[in-house]
């Protein structure tokens, strides 16, 4: 949201009319107060969400991830009796 020179003016005026120049400060301080306590729980939510987003694609991309070969002893085994030469891609058999 802008606002420009004539919207802060008009803005201005009205708070003066409204308050008085004797509450206007008091005032200014207490918005100044709640919009920082504001900015303060907006930004703790985002970094809430931003986490619980991080986590999720982490939880995704370990679901993603396979085993490769989840019998290596077989092919250890089989690499011994082939007197330690390559072993054939298979299925581990």
């Known amino acids: 949201m802008e606002l420009g020179f004539t919207e802060l003016m008009f803005l201005l005026i009205f708070f003066l009319l409204l308050f008085g120049p004797d509450k206007l400060p008091e005032v200014a301080r207490t918005i100044g107060r709640y919009y920082s306590e504001f900015n303060r729980y907006r930004k703790a939510l985002e970094e809430e969400f931003r986490k619980g987003i991080e986590e ?38």
């Open 56 to 93: 999720g694609e982490k939880m995704v991309k370990f679901e993603e991830e396979k085993p490769k070969d989840v019998r290596p002893a077989r092919k250890v085994k089989r690499n011994i009796k082939n007197g330690g030469g390559e072993v054939k891609e298979g299925n581990g058999e």
